[in-house]
């Protein structure tokens, strides 16, 4: 069914007869009764009586204009809205992000983009394998990831990534701990401690600290599993565990210090991510921003 059959009905209810809907609708009276021959067989009902006075709807006729008044309305309001957005270059994109560097980045960056480009950003939360399995499903224009300089995650062919921000992974424990006294810490010296990791335990910190825990003959007791930055902040700063994580992503309301290990636990490397594929300008131009609100002196920038 095609719009036009609708509005030839209603035409046909306004002027009485096909010969006036055609003359409305600027079509030959043959094209009218085409169309409402094919609206017929749709509905498999007689819609419309014609006799020498004219034509008139049926009841089952009149239902349908009904409906189709306020579906022509909708219609032409769609098309006047997408016509609208599309002259002013208008679009929406959706970006999926971890906590910590988004509620850090993307305000800023969302505003400045908006200044240069008639877009709508929809933002979406999500740790980095949640954020690439929607990449890869069409469900996002771009994504901020993070994974290990050491132990790339996401590195494929379908995806393009930028390096934005490169910096060590440290311990995150209370600021009254006898371990945040010293500069550094011994991994070995938390072999009783709990330790909160992320839901997911393929994400690059969990995976970090497996690896340095295993390095020094110790494994890692895990006391929560979230994502929430609060609640992990709130669970360190009252001494109940510790975890990894960088000073970007440190919460200077709570009582917690960072403290780098002796062991070597690598470079937490956040990157800008889309599609290897045409994507809108909105989301290479956000990439730029993005990487500008950065020190010149990051390492990979």
């Not at 062919?157 to 945040?180: C, G, H, I, K, N």
């Amino acid at each position: 069914m095609h719009p036009q059959q609708l509005r030839v009905l209603v035409a046909i209810r306004d002027r009485g007869s096909l010969t006036g809907a055609a003359h409305e609708l600027g079509y030959g009276v043959p094209t009218i009764a085409h169309h409402l021959a094919s609206l017929e067989r749709h509905f498999k009902v007689q819609l419309v009586e014609r006799d020498r006075r004219g034509a008139r709807l049926t009841p089952l006729g009149a239902v349908l204009v009904a409906e189709a008044e306020e579906i022509l309305v909708r219609l032409d309001q769609a098309e006047r809205v997408v016509t609208t957005q599309r002259d002013r270059g208008l679009s929406t994109i959706r970006v999926g992000t971890f906590a910590s560097i988004g509620s850090q980045l993307l305000p800023r960056a969302i505003r400045l983009l908006r200044e240069r480009v008639q877009v709508q950003v929809e933002v979406v939360e999500a740790e980095p394998t949640e954020v690439v399995q929607l990449l890869r499903a069409g469900e996002l224009n771009a994504g901020l990831i993070y994974d290990s300089a050491d132990d790339p995650a996401f590195a494929t062919p379908e995806l393009e990534v930028a390096v934005l921000l490169e910096e060590p992974y440290q311990v995150l424990m209370a600021r009254d701990s006898p371990f945040a006294v010293g500069s550094e810490i011994d991994l070995r010296a938390l072999a009783d401690a709990d330790w909160i990791c992320s839901r997911d335990e393929n994400e690059t910190s969990d995976r970090v600290l497996r690896r340095a825990c295993h390095a020094v003959g110790i494994k890692p007791r895990v006391l929560m599993r979230t994502d929430d930055l609060s609640m992990i902040h709130g669970l360190v700063a009252e001494g109940l565990g510790c975890t990894l994580t960088t000073q970007a992503a440190l919460d200077t309301r709570f009582a917690v210090e960072v403290r780098p290990a002796i062991q070597d636990l690598g470079l937490r490397r956040t990157s800008f991510v889309r599609r290897a594929t045409v994507v809108p300008r909105a989301v290479d131009e956000l990439r730029h921003i993005l990487a500008g609100l950065l020190p010149r002196d990051t390492p990979g920038v």
